[in-house]
Nanobody, 115 residues
Framework: QVQLVESGGGSVQPGGSLRLSCVASTDYFNTYTMAWYRQTPEKERELVAS???????TYADSVKGRFTISRDNRQNTVYLLMFSLKPEDTAMYYCKSTRSGVESWGQGTQVTVSS
């Protein structure tokens, strides 16, 4: 199973930006689909963005045009660049890896958007 470690969360004012990072402990990072999810106490965990091995990316409608997912296969890292943050983006953000139906999750990093 892949170990995933997220970082980069924090508190930011509305309109601000953050970059989340997730480092994976595997020699085969380039064979995994990577994704970011988020969850609040009031809502179920939801997909924010994903990026395939061919770098095709998808986004939740709520973040399209504001968030960008990318990957660096040499650094075993997936990023989530978040712009124009809104209070409703406040959540715990989780990284997930998937290959051949096997999933691994990180412990999460908290993002709080508040004035």
């Amino acid at each position: 199973q892949v170990q995933l470690v997220e970082s980069g969360g924090g508190s930011v004012q509305p309109g601000g930006s953050l970059r989340l990072s997730c480092v994976a402990s595997t020699d085969y990072f380039n064979t995994y689909t990577m994704a970011w999810y988020r969850q609040t106490p009031e809502k179920e965990r939801e997909l924010v963005a994903s990026i395939r091995t061919d770098r095709i990316d998808t986004y939740a409608d709520s973040v399209k045009g504001r968030f960008t997912i990318s990957r660096d296969n040499r650094q075993n890292t997936v990023y989530l660049l978040m712009f124009s943050l809104k209070p409703e983006d406040t959540a715990m953000y989780y990284c997930k890896s998937t290959r051949s139906g096997v999933e691994s999750w990180g412990q999460g990093t908290q993002v709080t958007v508040s004035s």
